[in-house]
């Protein structure tokens, strides 16, 4: 038997208004891939301002963010199953980058810019370069004493 990440398994035969019929021990998983395709304008091209120029719009300013759920941002789930602990995995995320960012300089050694953002392809997605070489350069002394302690 084969095991789908995150799929669910129906546990009774299920049939839908429109006559599907489901039956019982059915895994049932959505195609994110095929959801972001249509939901994003040029979803293939790496922006890194997308959500920033949404929440631009008039009247979308709190949408859009990181952690809110709707029916066009489902990472988190959404609705009543949305996930409790989306809030704290943001905070540890923005933490985490900034603690990287303020102790190191990196540096991808053996790849050219292009390579990295190429990726690879792999069943309609796309992954990040697995041989990639990333360089870690200390740079504590550079951080002011004052701040040392929140950093260290």
């Known amino acids: 038997m084969v095991t789908v990440k995150n799929a669910r398994v129906t546990l009774q035969d299920w049939q839908f208004k429109d006559g599907t019929k489901v039956p019982k021990g059915t895994h ?5 891939i095929a959801y972001q395709m249509a939901t994003f304008e040029d979803p293939n091209t790496f922006d ?5 120029k949404l929440r631009a719009t008039e009247g ?15 990472h988190f789930g959404h609705g009543k199953h949305a996930c409790p602990g989306r809030f704290f995995a943001a905070n540890e ?24 953002q ?7 997605s796309r992954r990040p370069t697995p041989n ?12 002011p004493e004052d701040l040392k302690t929140c950093f260290l």
């Open 28 to 32: 049932i998983f959505t195609n994110q």
């Open 48 to 52: 890194p301002w997308r959500m920033h």
């Open 60 to 74: 979308e300013g709190t949408k859009h963010q990181f952690v809110m759920t709707s029916d066009r941002n489902l």
């Open 93 to 116: 995320v923005k933490t985490l980058l900034s603690l990287f960012l303020m102790r190191y300089d990196m540096r991808i050694r053996n790849l050219s810019v292009e390579q990295v």
């Open 118 to 124: 190429q990726g690879i392809r792999y069943a309609n």
């Open 132 to 143: 990639a070489i990333v360089e870690f350069k200390d740079r504590t002394e550079l951080i």
